[in-house]
């Protein structure tokens, strides 16, 4: 399972290539899932209308975890427990990454902050579709 954070889009948008395209076969396959931070982050960056409408299309497919009250438990905890030890990240990179544990995803993406979670999984790029 997949998680791609709104960084991996920005690189991919920022270098041409589109994500409906990259996406496509994990979508089909189920193995992407994503969460509301990351759907206004990669969305409200997209500035033509159409872009807008792809990116739209793309997040209807995906699906969401669920944002229950005992996911945000566990984002505080964990929010909680970093701080504690110095590591304070944005809320946006502990929900994002609360809710990969939950699922079991790993995390793509290019921002740093992510390697301070205990026990995500990241990479800079999804492997190859074959």
């Given at each position: ?22 996406l496509?076969?994990f ?31 793309l ?9 229950t009250?005992?996911?945000w ?7 909680w ?37 205990p026990?995500?999984?990241?990479r ?7």
């Amino acid at each position: 399972m997949w998680m791609i954070d709104s960084s991996k889009f920005i690189d991919w948008m920022r270098q041409g290539r589109n994500p409906t395209r990259i996406l496509r076969p994990f979508v089909l396959a189920n193995q992407i899932v994503s969460c509301g931070v990351i759907r206004v982050e990669v969305v409200r960056g997209a500035v033509k209308p159409t872009v807008k409408a792809e990116l739209t299309t793309l997040f209807d497919a995906i699906r969401d975890v669920a944002m229950t009250s005992g996911i945000w438990k566990r984002i505080t905890e964990l929010g909680w427990q970093l701080d504690r030890q110095g590591t304070v990240l944005p809320v946006s990179d502990l929900i994002i990454g609360a809710c990969a544990l939950l699922e079991g995803a790993t995390v793509v993406t290019t921002d740093s902050h992510f390697q301070q979670i205990p026990d995500l999984n990241i990479r800079e790029d999804l492997p190859d579709w074959d």
